[in-house]
T-cell receptor, first 114, second 109 residues
Framework: EPEVTQTPSHQVTQMGQEVILRCVPI?????FYWYRQILGQKVEFLVS????????KSEIFDDQFSVERPDGSNFTLKIRSTKLEDSAMYFC????????????FGQGTRLTVV | GQNIDQPTEMTATEGAIVQINCTYQ??????LFWYQQHAGEAPTFLSY????GLEEKGRFSSFLSRSKGYSYLLLKELQMKDSASYLC??????????FGKGTRLSVIA
């Protein structure tokens, strides 16, 4: 069964460092998303990506964040200068027809900023 | 804006039936998703309701009333493995899903 894969599963970084979280969405999907979940809190939307551009972003997704689809398979989230409060589980998701269809989530990257 | 409410925690007995409610207030409502999330894992899709009524899928059923802004997830014949968080999420137009805070269900013997 096709699945969304994310690497790494766990990333520890020092405050102020840049991190890149990687995702391989399901191959025939067209819509890609990043969500985050701070420990014990709800899943929060960060950004959606369609047709090689950002289609929507939340207020969390500030100038420190960027996304890229560098090739036909990868979808990355970059945090330029990490802060302690960026510590969270980051989920990548993809769907074949937008938000009215099932989104498939990757297993997540647990980011710990120290 | 959107407002999605669901109980924070519930406990139920193995073999029993449990109903997890979700109320929402939003404009441009399309449909309502339920996801299951085990601790430390990704959310996995359970159901999607667009029209009013009950949709049954094995031990899990989901109900929607658009006029009341209300949905519930019904889990029958509870098993220990059903212990997880259950996330209600609203779909609006082409905007991405907005999740509620989730209901943590504990199934006890």
């Amino acid at each position: 069964e096709p699945e969304v894969t994310q690497t790494p599963s766990h990333q520890v970084t020092q405050m102020g460092q840049e991190v890149i979280l990687r995702c391989v969405p399901i191959s025939n999907h067209l819509y890609f998303y990043w969500y985050r979940q701070i420990l014990g809190q709800k899943v929060e939307f960060l950004v959606s990506f369609y047709n090689n551009e950002i289609s929507e972003k939340s207020e969390i997704f500030d100038d420190q964040f960027s996304v890229e689809r560098p090739d036909g398979s990868n979808f990355t989230l970059k945090i330029r200068s990490t802060k302690l409060e960026d510590s969270a589980m980051y989920f990548c998701a993809s769907s074949d027809a937008g938000s009215n269809t099932e989104a498939f989530f990757g297993q997540g990257t647990r980011l710990t900023v120290v | 804006g959107q407002n999605i409410d669901q109980p924070t925690e519930m406990t139920a007995t193995e073999g029993a039936i449990v109903q997890i409610n979700c109320t929402y207030q939003t404009s441009g409502f399309n449909g309502l998703f339920w996801y299951q999330q085990h601790a430390g894992e990704a959310p996995t899709f359970l159901s999607y309701n667009v029209l009013d009524g009950l949709e049954e899928k094995g031990r899990f059923s989901s109900f929607l009333s658009r006029s009341k802004g209300y949905s519930y997830l019904l889990l029958k014949e509870l098993q220990m493995k059903d212990s997880a968080s259950y996330l209600c999420a609203v779909s609006r137009g082409n905007t991405p899903l907005v999740f509620g805070k989730g209901t943590r269900l504990s199934v006890i013997a």
